[in-house]
């Protein structure tokens, strides 16, 4: 009964800490992309298996480097019975971040942790701050789903290697599926199942074997499929992409500082406005935690280490080197677990949290990491809030400054609209869609001149930008030269086939052009 009720206690916890994001709206990053823009396609349960034969973004070519689609599925799912309401893509958020509590919670108990202990850790995870943008940004759950899919594929790998059932074996497999197309840094599923094998069970090197047909057979599939999707399997070269994860190498004490002291947390988190500081005054608790301890589960430690360290790594390789990277929270949501187990690996560690006396110190640290997530929640509350912060905490950040830039020309406040994406365009000349927000403010100021400069200026950084393109095609149409709206018209459809402001545009000018003959 006792076990039971961990279980509700994490459940209803979670519920109850994340309850007011269920009313909060889009951030209009990325959600309006992968949602909004794509309700057409969301809402169609035929397109099922089209999701697997499109990039994440699906027509929009903004990232053309992710293949993700087990997340576009959960969207569907979402769309089917929410469409443009934010509610029910909140509220899978988080259930997807109470059932990889859950699993969290289990896993630690498959590997022989004490009942109270992995509970108490499981409770850490689950309030911890810096999972918060998973939970609270739609777009966030492709890491809880990531690591859903991870934990259950080493609980079923922990029953086969255990019992030797076909069944656990077949569920391994199909979770591995599952996982490697959520996110790709589930194709580290298999070196980490091998290092388990080999440090927990390895009498049990055997059954390498016929995992090894599994793993090939499965990777091979995600790799025709993402080649046919992507046309390009390496988005950059692996001299770029070293040299990329170098230069990303200090990300590594922003993530490590905000895991022991989540008090500089962001939105949109960019190395040169963060400090690093917490980084390292975290990797020197750390230390001393280790020297305290002494004594060390080894074995945990170790694969807890190589968790971390390379579930971590491969988010600081960005697709386009041009773009200010961006160090977003959710990303840490995998990592973390490894570093738990690192930190439940040492001795005096795991009896501190078992011993009565300490009770109030280790209730006192849940509750204080739960007051944080609370109010760091209401950050993602609306679009307006979420690029406000943005701006706040990143102020060296072009896309910030952008999409703040955006929100504000909702709001009719043009003029500071103006100087956002100004400001945005003096950190980035080639920051995309700036120029051509531009020309939309100039557009409807009329100031024709002005907007044709910033919609050309947009396509020769952006050449298929489907928007550029349509609202050049305005202001030529303004204008009076029909001909030139008319092919950049054309052009934008054939960019974007869904565009249908463009179809009717084209066949008002066409019914125009066929009552006058």
Same mark, same amino acid.
């Given at each position: 009964?006792?076990?039971?009720?961990?279980?509700?206690?994490?459940?209803?916890?979670?519920?109850?800490?994340?309850?007011?994001?269920?009313?909060?709206?889009?951030?209009?990053?990325?959600?309006?992309?992968?949602?909004?823009?794509?309700?057409?396609?969301?809402?169609?349960?035929?397109?099922?298996?089209?999701?697997?034969?499109?990039?994440?973004?699906?027509?929009?070519?903004?990232?053309?480097?992710?293949?993700?689609?087990?997340?576009?599925?959960?969207?569907?799912?979402?769309?089917?019975?929410?469409?443009?309401?934010?509610?029910?893509?909140?509220?899978?958020?988080?259930?997807?971040?109470?059932?990889?509590?859950?699993?969290?919670?289990?896993? !630690?108990?498959?590997?022989?942790?004490?009942?109270?202990?992995?509970?108490?850790?499981?409770?850490?995870?689950?309030?911890?701050?810096?999972?918060?943008?998973?939970?609270?940004?739609?777009?966030?759950?492709?890491?809880?789903?990531?690591?859903?899919?991870?934990?259950?594929?080493?609980?079923?790998?922990?029953?086969?290697?255990?019992?030797?059932?076909?069944?656990?074996?077949?569920?391994?497999?199909?979770?591995?599926?599952?996982?490697?197309?959520?996110?790709?840094?589930?194709?580290?599923?298999?070196?980490?199942?091998?290092?388990?094998?080999?440090?927990?069970?390895?009498?049990?090197?055997?059954?390498?074997?016929?995992?090894?047909?599994?793993?090939?057979?499965?990777?091979?599939?995600?790799?025709?499929?993402?080649?046919?999707?992507?046309?390009?399997?390496?988005?950059?070269?692996?001299?770029?992409?070293?040299?990329?994860?170098?230069?990303?190498?200090?990300?590594?004490?922003?993530?490590?500082?905000?895991?022991?002291?989540?008090?500089?947390?962001?939105?949109?988190?960019?190395?040169?406005?963060?400090?690093?500081?917490?980084?390292?005054?975290?990797?020197?608790?750390?230390?001393?935690?280790?020297?305290?301890?002494?004594?060390?589960?080894?074995?945990?430690?170790?694969?807890?280490?190589?968790?971390?360290?390379?579930?971590?790594?491969?988010?600081?390789?960005?697709?386009?080197?041009?773009?200010?990277?961006?160090?977003?929270?959710?990303?840490?949501?995998?990592?973390?677990?490894?570093?738990?187990?690192?930190?439940?690996?040492?001795?005096?560690?795991?009896?501190?949290?078992?011993?009565?006396?300490?009770?109030?110190?280790?209730?006192?640290?849940?509750?204080?990491?739960?007051?944080?997530?609370?109010?760091?929640?209401?950050?993602?509350?609306?679009?307006?809030?979420?690029?406000?912060?943005?701006?706040?905490?990143?102020?060296?950040?072009?896309?910030?400054?952008?999409?703040?830039?955006?929100?504000?020309?909702?709001?009719?406040?043009?003029?500071?609209?103006?100087?956002?994406?100004?400001?945005?365009?003096?950190?980035?000349?080639?920051?995309?869609?700036?120029?051509?927000?531009?020309?939309?403010?100039? !557009?409807?100021?009329?100031?024709?001149?002005?907007?044709?400069?910033?919609?050309?200026?947009?396509?020769?950084?952006?050449?298929?930008?489907?928007?550029?393109?349509?609202?050049?095609?305005?202001?030529?149409?303004?204008?009076?030269?029909?001909?030139?709206?008319?092919?950049?018209?054309?052009?934008?459809?054939?960019?974007?086939?869904?565009?249908?402001?463009?179809?009717?545009?084209?066949?008002?000018?066409?019914?125009?052009?066929?009552?006058?003959?």
């Amino acid at each position: 009964m006792r076990k039971n009720i961990n279980y509700f206690l994490i459940f209803f916890l979670g519920f109850f800490l994340y309850l007011p994001s269920l009313f909060f709206g889009f951030s209009y990053f990325d959600d309006n992309v992968l949602v909004l823009d794509n309700l057409f396609f969301l809402k169609n349960l035929g397109n099922f298996f089209k999701a697997f034969q499109i990039e994440v973004f699906h027509i929009h070519n903004f990232s053309a480097a992710y293949y993700r689609p087990i997340l576009t599925l959960s969207f569907m799912f979402d769309a089917l019975i929410s469409g443009k309401s934010p509610f029910f893509y909140h509220l899978t958020n988080v259930f997807y971040h109470l059932i990889a509590s859950l699993l969290f919670y289990l896993f !630690l108990k498959k590997l022989k942790i004490e009942e109270k202990v992995a509970f108490l850790f499981s409770l850490i995870f689950l309030v911890h701050p810096v999972l918060t943008q998973a939970v609270s940004w739609i777009p966030g759950r492709n890491d809880s789903l990531l690591t859903i899919f991870t934990l259950v594929a080493f609980i079923f790998l922990i029953e086969y290697l255990e019992k030797r059932k076909i069944a656990n074996f077949i569920f391994y497999l199909f979770f591995f599926f599952l996982a490697l197309f959520t996110k790709e840094n589930a194709i580290l599923i298999p070196f980490f199942s091998i290092l388990f094998i080999f440090l927990f069970y390895p009498e049990k090197k055997i059954y390498l074997t016929e995992l090894f047909f599994g793993w090939w057979g499965i990777g091979f599939f995600w790799f025709i499929m993402r080649q046919m999707v992507l046309k390009n399997f390496f988005y950059l070269s692996f001299p770029q992409m070293f040299s990329a994860l170098i230069f990303n190498l200090p990300a590594l004490f922003l993530y490590l500082g905000k895991i022991f002291f989540p008090f500089n947390l962001s939105v949109l988190p960019t190395l040169k406005d963060s400090t690093l500081f917490f980084g390292y005054l975290a990797l020197f608790v750390f230390i001393l935690l280790l020297f305290w301890s002494r004594k060390v589960n080894f074995k945990l430690f170790v694969f807890g280490f190589f968790w971390f360290i390379f579930f971590l790594l491969p988010n600081f390789i960005r697709p386009n080197p041009k773009i200010t990277a961006n160090f977003l929270e959710h990303r840490i949501y995998l990592p973390l677990v490894g570093f738990l187990m690192m930190i439940v690996s040492l001795e005096k560690v795991k009896n501190f949290f078992l011993e009565k006396k300490n009770k109030f110190f280790v209730y006192f640290l849940i509750i204080f990491f739960a007051a944080i997530t609370f109010f760091h929640q209401f950050n993602f509350k609306d679009w307006f809030t979420f690029w406000q912060k943005a701006v706040f905490t990143s102020p060296s950040s072009p896309l910030a400054h952008r999409n703040f830039g955006v929100m504000l020309y909702f709001e009719g406040k043009l003029e500071e609209a103006e100087r956002e994406y100004k400001k945005a365009l003096e950190i980035n000349p080639e920051e995309p869609m700036a120029n051509n927000n531009l020309g939309v403010i100039y !557009l409807r100021k009329k100031d024709f001149k002005k907007a044709i400069s910033y919609f050309e200026k947009e396509l020769k950084v952006n050449p298929n930008y489907d928007n550029a393109l349509f609202n050049l095609g305005l202001v030529y149409h303004n204008l009076g030269q029909k001909e030139k709206a008319v092919l950049l018209w054309k052009k934008t459809v054939e960019v974007n086939p869904y565009y249908l402001d463009a179809y009717k545009n084209l066949a008002n000018h066409y019914l125009l052009e066929k009552d006058r003959h």
